[in-house]
């Protein structure tokens, strides 16, 4: 047995790093820091079977003789290939691309008031949470940058066991009872007969099935919306969805619906954007949120409760039951209660991410249900998937699942359990046990569900108080901006232009559309080549919930992990680069240095002529690793060779146009403006050299020339300073979506 390698006593260097790297995501550096890896897992260090057993080989099979058949009595590859073939498990039915993270939740104040909850009262307690963001439709391998609902799922660690916050980031759902989420899945994902599209509704079946259903109308705006295009998953915010129960140790009951708000801000993207992003990086929001969190600007969300007495519970013109409904903030204000801090990334997708199990029916006394339709449904389905998903009663045991709070109950055996039961007993009532384990009474954190009085006929029927699907779709599109309600019927014409079934598109424009709004529906009717409606055929309603619209949610005074790209080429004026990604680094900001290859671009005085700055600046990216969809802004500094050689460049000219489209802001300085000068920019003004002028600002588009026609400005540094400061506002205001003339732009 064994040939070439089988001498080997030690093993060799890299073939242990090769294996600790595997074992831990950290780089290990060499030898030593393997082996204390391994040491500290307690494993070994050797390569062994699953029954420990040393393999000394592991490149070739066992075969009769070097060009042999291969022997039935190969344990170890068997045992490699078997584990190998056994890899997947089912993808989740929905919701089946996330991306996860650690960390921990505090509250801000005792909330005792309103819940006897154990995490919400001691602000000092630090609850571990792991949290999981995703899209709804596509597949695990599919694209982030999707148009679709995020989930945002929370499980806390908390001392009286898991509670788990399975939200989204819109806060109504599209159907108002559980039994009808399998239609919903199979409408919206991929057609049966040809498997496409991958991750979008922009087909027959979606629409056909939306068209239908007018309880949708209020979900399908948000989903239009630029909601659907969360420029990173640390700026969207969270919803429960559901009106839950808070419940205090009085047993007094409230009703309470969740929300998460991120600290840095609610922000979108373009959808052409998204849907470049989506081939040039598929991984791009999970990409994100790794790199955040490695970089140490953990992501943080504020959670927030809106609480409705008991006894108002019938004084809203909607019903509180009903998940396509919303509670406008100017009614029932969101009382901020405590934050989310993500420290910490996953150590293993697979073991975290994919195995992580959550449901809504995970509650710890003081949080409770109510008869929300839809939230009853989603109590039965949670634990049934994951019963076939994670292959059985036990996965509760697996190490992401754990809840800190012993866990003690007759439950025993079944497929992968982990926990050695002792004793005789595994039944209540006993006495062999010593009558173990007891039942707690309700002060020593019993759950006891809150009490209901639940009076009906046994009847399929949706209430009354669920019929009105439209007022508050007409709402959230009232409270939109302009250049969000552009979006969004841009996004209609997009799924609905996708559509080939006339009628459904017919049937969306006039049954539904119309009934929101109608030059909604006009608009939409224009692009997809439907006979307009001739008037609207719904309820004129004016009422506004500012919050609804994501500029209302924007922190224009942050550019805190935004992402700067530096467009240079030798000549480069290195003084101005450097002052320029100094002053975005020192606001939190990324400044990426772009040019034809990797490494070191040679500097110029902005003159043409010999080096200001001999150590000349570093590109990190160049225009074949990155493009402008994968960021914020764009800056082009001065320098007369490096300003000509870009001006040549199809890719940097692309670079500016796109960016420009997209409405992100572009800062240029010095020759830096004579890039944008070739590239298109209709409608725009840019500072004159010969005017010697201020910071020119013009619709996002921030210029300044740093030095006078000869070459040296006595208030350089004053310049800079004004440009670093127009340019960080404008950066601050992330979109500007007044360029009425981009659609001219060629990009
Ligand atoms: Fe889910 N949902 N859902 N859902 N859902 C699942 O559970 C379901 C609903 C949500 O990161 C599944 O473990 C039904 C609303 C999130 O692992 C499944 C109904 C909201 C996640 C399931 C709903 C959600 C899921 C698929 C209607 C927002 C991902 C795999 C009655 C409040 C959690 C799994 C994660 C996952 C069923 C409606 C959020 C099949 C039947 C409303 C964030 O059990």
């Known amino acids: 047995m064994g040939n070439k390698g089988s001498a080997q006593s030690k093993p060799r260097k890299d073939k242990v790093n090769a294996a600790a790297k595997q074992a831990n995501n950290q780089q290990v550096e060499d030898k030593d820091q393997a082996l204390a890896h391994y040491r500290e897992e307690g494993t070994d260090e050797y390569l062994t079977t699953n029954q420990g057993v040393r393999v000394n080989h592991t490149d070739d099979s066992l075969k009769a003789g070097a060009r042999g058949p291969t022997l039935m009595e190969d344990f170890h590859f068997r045992e490699k290939m078997t584990h190998f073939d056994h890899e997947r498990i089912p993808e989740r039915v929905v919701h089946a691309r996330g991306s996860a993270a650690h960390g921990y939740f505090q509250v801000y104040e005792p909330l005792s008031e309103l819940t006897k909850a154990g995490f919400l009262q001691d602000p000092s307690k630090q609850t571990p949470v792991f949290a999981r963001f995703s899209t709804v439709v596509g597949s695990r391998g599919s694209a982030d940058t999707v148009r679709d609902v995020r989930g945002f799922a929370v499980k806390f660690y908390t001392e009286e066991g898991i509670f788990d916050l399975v939200g989204n980031n819109m806060p109504v759902f599209f159907i108002q009872d559980g039994i009808k989420f399998p239609d919903l899945v199979h409408a919206i994902k991929p057609e049966p007969h040809n498997e496409m599209p991958q991750a979008s509704a922009a087909h027959d079946t979606f629409w056909d099935f939306i068209s239908l259903l007018p309880e949708s109308a209020h979900m399908i705006m948000w989903v239009l919306s630029d909601r659907a295009l969360p420029r990173s998953l640390r700026m969207m915010e969270g919803f429960g969805v559901h009106t839950f129960r ?24 373009v959808w052409d954007e998204c849907q470049k992003l989506a081939g040039k990086n598929p991984d791009w929001l999970r990409r994100d949120l790794w790199d955040a969190i490695e970089m140490g600007n953990y992501p943080e969300f504020e959670l927030g409760v809106q609480i409705v007495e008991e006894e108002n519970e019938h004084s809203f013109d909607f019903d509180l039951l009903d998940p396509t409904k919303i509670i406008p903030e100017d009614e029932v204000p969101v009382r901020i209660i405590g934050k989310m801090t993500l420290n910490r990334n996953p150590d293993n997708f697979f073991a975290e991410t994919e195995q992580v199990a959550f449901h809504p029916g995970h509650v710890v006394a003081g949080i409770d249900f109510t008869n929300d339709p839809l939230l009853q449904g989603r109590l039965f389905s949670y634990l049934d998937t994951q019963l076939i998903r994670l292959g059985g009663p036990n996965f509760h045991e697996l190490p992401i699942n754990r809840p800190l709070a012993p866990v003690h109950n007759n439950q025993r055996d079944g497929y992968g359990r982990q926990t050695i039961n002792k004793g005789r007993t595994s039944y209540t009532p006993n006495s062999l046990g010593g009558g173990c384990p007891m039942t707690a009474p309700e002060n020593m954190g019993g759950y006891v569900h809150h009490m209901e009085r639940v009076d009906g006929h046994k009847i399929r029927e949706r209430s009354d108080s669920f019929k009105d699907h439209f007022s508050q779709a007409t709402m959230f599109w009232n409270s939109l901006t302009q250049a969000e309600q552009d979006h969004l019927v841009d996004a209609g014409r997009f799924e609905l232009g996708k559509v080939t079934t006339p009628e459904v598109q017919q049937r969306m424009v006039h049954e539904i559309l119309n009934r929101i709004d109608h030059q909604l529906a006009v608009r939409v009717a224009k692009g997809i080549g439907v006979e307009p409606p001739a008037e609207f055929a719904g309820k004129a309603i004016d009422k506004k919930a500012p919050e609804v619209s994501m500029e209302f949610r924007t922190r224009p005074d942050s550019i805190e992990s935004r ?27 990324q400044a990426d240095v772009i040019a034809e290859s990797l490494g070191r671009v040679a500097s110029g005085d902005g003159n043409g002529n010999g080096n200001s700055d001999g150590d000349g600046v570093k590109a990190n990216e160049t225009f074949l690793t990155v493009a402008s969809v994968m960021y914020d802004a764009i800056y082009v500094p001065g320098g007369q060779q490096s300003a000509a050689a870009l001006q040549q460049n199809g890719d940097a000219l692309f670079f500016i146009n796109e960016a420009f489209k997209h409405c992100k802001p572009i800062g240029a300085t010095s020759e830096g403006i004579e890039l944008l000068q070739a590239a298109s920019m209709p409608g725009i003004q840019l500072a004159d050299q010969k005017a010697d002028q201020q910071t020119v600002v013009d619709k996002g588009v921030v210029t300044q020339w740093m030095t006078t026609g000869t070459g040296k400005g006595s208030q350089k540094g004053t310049k800079a300073d004004a440009f670093l400061n127009d340019f960080v506002q404008a950066i601050g205001e992330h979109r500007h979506w007044e360029r009425a003339e981009k659609g001219q732009v060629p990009a």
């Open 563 to 589: 992402r700067v790209a530096i467009l240079a080429a030798d000549g480069v004026n290195a003084v101005e680069v450097k002052a320029v990604q100094a002053g975005l680094q020192a606001q939190g900001a």
């Open 246 to 269: 808070f419940v205090n140790d009085a047993g007094k009951a409230r009703f309470v619906k969740f929300h998460w708000k991120p600290v840095l801000g609610t922000y979108g993207m």
